[in-house]
């Protein structure tokens, strides 16, 4: 049983990668007040784009780099409209998606009709000395790919710039109270855009986890829902940084036990009292594989208490004067 | 309303600052906007096809035979004989490619209308086409126009419930519908492809997922006899597009989905129950969706696979959007789709061009619709005072 469960948690935090990025993309993008559903659309444009740039250039560093900047090229997209042009928050984050769908699946047939080329390294992984020999936890905490330990500092991180500095301060008066925030002398435009273009570059080494990190390859739709996924557990952990990283957690382990149990060949269900067989039910795999999308909508449902997002989420703002 | 945006300051290009402004009446500007989207859409479009390499002229004019031209007659291939017959089926492939559309178009234009986001067209249909399917193998012997009212009812049914757990979600516990609806579509996804390669399975499809062939008496039939195959479900589309609009406009149900939409804190002053209208919004933009997922089961595939709804969630946003939410304005939308979709796999034989570009320029229509501040400053179309473009009503989202 224990090795079942560690199994299971050894996967976990690698699936957890995308989510707690895309989680945090989401912190910026809405604490400013700029609600952000294009998580998704931004973590497949740059898993592609960053992937394109390993093949040309075969440096990693500089793939890692493009998947970056396509994740702030989309986010800018987002701010653009949505701040200047006062689109419909949710409707810009809809044209991203469908803009990054579209363009990921034409170029990755465009260019590369018969797949794509494979045999590219990814980022390394890294064991780290002493703490890996740890028994039991080592395996689970300190053997993994760089995206992944950047995952978790970048929620530190987060936390640091969000309540310990100016700029974040900034940031969450700009998305509870903009006409105040004005009013004391901040640039509620400004702020916003430096907020889901930084959201923008976090999606961004989402992205890069999908095409760098996990698999050395493009598929298209290859991120699956995770960036909805992510924008559930921000929900999920009330626009906090740790919140996301909780649930960002708890998202990903609900997405490795179909897998963990196939792979520790569980494959049916069975009671058995005394002797007789009460029942014994195959498990259907893929039926399992529904949980995280079923354990969203039960979150959003409220299973866990109300959550209160940001005051001035979701409205364009109209400079006064 | 916010008063519109303030401009950038205008970079007066040389050739745009030569076109005169368009000065039009009331519709004309409603019908200009999106026009010169679609347009700006395509110019964009070919600007990335030639950029990746392909030739934009040729992949239009694929566009163009595949959806309302003539297969052969631009390309010139030899041994293509081009007759009336040939033409009407490009055309014939467009209306029925847009037959679903309509309906899925006012699935979430509907939903626009109550104040409510509705993603999961995907899903929904899904639902309803499952269902449909079901009821059109499993029961045989019945009078066709029985079974196919049945297998409608199905499809309608199972889609209006499965749109309805995202608005009482939405009405009674707060939870965004956008999200909900979104999780949706992959359970119903998932579940589709799981009930399709086994119990659904038609068992002499061999590897194919696939359910068995609906009973035909439950297909519909065709508008007129003959290759062209146009079915009934074309007119079906075009009456509920009408019926909609007759709803949202001369009914009470119509006016408190409205007035929910426009401002759910005057209903509520006003003695509506705007928990019940928001379930009841989704749960009919739900069927509605499950109705284009059933006419696409009995009109056309006469069986259920995987794989099947790709793309229709989308579609049916931009569609909707396109045609302002209006019931029918959907219709010319879900038309310029048709032909984009029942045009692009011409194109892609002829030109290798991927499909795909399709949903580029689909996005890119989105955009320029939606944010109609750019098509004017691009083309210069000065906005008239009484023709503010009609936005989505619901001003705070929560997500």
Redesign the interface.
């Known amino acids: 049983m224990l090795d079942v469960i560690q199994s299971m948690l050894v996967v976990a935090l690698p699936a957890a990668t995308p989510l707690i990025f895309g989680g945090l993309s989401g912190l910026f993008s809405?604490r400013s007040g700029v609600?952000?559903?294009a998580i998704e659309g931004m973590m497949l444009a740059a898993a592609f784009f960053g992937f394109i740039v390993g093949v040309r250039t075969g440096n990693l560093g500089l793939a890692l780099g493009g998947a970056v900047v396509t994740g702030m090229v989309m986010a800018s997209l987002h701010a653009v409209?949505s701040i200047?042009?006062?689109?419909?928050?949710?409707?810009?984050g809809?044209?991203i998606?469908?803009?990054a769908?579209?363009?990921t699946?034409?170029?990755?047939?465009?260019?590369y009709?018969s797949g794509a080329p494979a045999g590219q390294r990814t980022l390394p992984e890294i064991e780290i000395p002493l703490l890996s020999d740890i028994p039991f936890f080592g395996e689970i905490l300190f053997r993994h790919g760089v995206i992944v330990y950047a995952a978790f500092v970048a929620v530190v991180v987060a936390a640091v710039v969000l309540y310990r500095t100016r700029w974040g301060l900034r940031v969450r008066a700009v998305g509870e109270h903009p006409l105040a925030a004005e009013t004391a002398g901040i640039s509620v435009y400004a702020v916003r855009y430096a907020s889901v273009i930084a959201g923008g570059a976090l999606a961004g080494l989402g992205g890069a986890y999908f095409t760098l990190q996990s698999i050395p390859q493009f598929q298209p739709l290859m991120t699956n829902?995770r960036g909805?996924i992510a924008?559930?557990a921000l929900?999920f952990g009330k626009w906090t940084p740790f919140g996301v990283l909780g649930a960002a957690l708890f998202f990903a382990i609900a997405e490795t036990i179909p897998s963990t149990l196939q792979i520790q060949g569980v494959h049916s269900i069975a009671l058995e009292v005394a002797g007789t067989t009460l029942f014994d039910v195959a498990i259907?795999y893929?039926?399992f594989?529904?949980l995280p999308?079923?354990l969203?909508?039960l979150v959003?449902?409220?299973a866990v208490g109300?959550a209160v997002?940001p005051a001035a989420?979701?409205?364009?703002y109209?400079r006064k004067a | 309303m916010p008063a519109p945006p303030p401009l950038p300051p205008a970079r007066r290009h040389a050739l745009i600052d030569r076109m005169r402004r368009v000065r039009l009446p009331g519709l004309g500007q409603s019908i200009l906007v999106p026009l010169l989207a679609v347009i700006t859409a395509l110019l964009v479009g070919a600007v990335i096809i030639l950029v990746s390499g392909g030739n934009p002229v040729r992949a239009y004019e694929g566009l163009y035979e595949g959806s309302i031209g003539c297969p052969g007659a631009l390309s010139g291939d030899a041994g293509i004989q081009v007759t009336r017959l040939v033409c009407a089926s490009s055309v014939t492939d467009t209306l029925i490619t847009a037959t679903p559309f309509v309906i899925a178009g006012l699935a979430v234009a509907f939903a626009f209308k109550g104040g409510l986001f509705n993603i999961g067209v995907e899903g929904q249909l899904l639902a309803g086409s499952l269902a449909t399917v079901l009821v059109g193998y499993k029961l045989d012997g019945l009078p066709a126009a029985l079974h196919i009212t049945l297998a409608l009812a199905a499809g309608i049914a199972a889609g209006a419930v499965y749109g309805a757990i995202p608005g009482l979600l939405k009405a009674y516990t707060g939870a965004h519908e956008v999200i909900v609806t979104i999780m949706l579509n992959y359970v119903a996804g998932t579940m589709t492809s799981y009930l399709l390669s086994g119990v659904m399975k038609d068992p002499r499809s061999g590897a194919v997922a696939r359910t068995p062939y609906i009973d035909t008496a439950a297909r519909l039939p065709d508008v007129w006899p003959g290759p062209e195959m146009l079915h009934l479900g074309a007119v079906f589309a075009v009456l509920t597009a009408i019926g909609l609009w007759w709803v949202l406009q001369r009914t009470t149900i119509g006016y408190e989905v409205r007035t929910v939409g426009a401002n759910p804190h005057a209903a509520r002053y006003a003695g509506m129950s705007v928990a019940r209208t928001v379930a009841l919004t989704m749960a009919v933009a739900g069927g509605l969706a499950g109705m284009a997922g059933a006419i696409e089961v009995t009109g056309v595939n006469y069986y259920h696979t995987p794989g099947f709804s790709v793309g229709y969630g989308f579609d049916s946003i931009a569609i909707a959007l396109l045609g302002r939410a209006h019931p029918v304005g959907v219709i010319p939308a879900a038309l310029l789709f048709g032909a984009l979709r029942g045009g692009s796999s011409r194109m892609q034989f002829l030109t290798q061009i991927p499909v795909d570009i399709i949903q580029v320029i689909q996005a890119l229509v989105l955009l320029f619709v939606a944010a109609p501040a750019i098509v004017r400053w691009l083309y210069r179309v000065r906005q008239r005072p009484h023709t503010v473009i009609e936005e989505r009503p619901e001003p705070a989202a929560s997500v």
């Open positions: 809405e609600v952000n559903i409209l200047a042009f006062r689109v419909d928050q949710i409707i810009s809809t044209v998606n469908v803009l769908i579209g363009l699946g034409y170029l990755d047939r465009k260019l009709p829902g909805f924008l559930a929900i259907p893929q039926v594989g529904l999308y079923v969203t909508i959003l449902a409220g109300r997002p989420v979701g409205q364009p109209t």
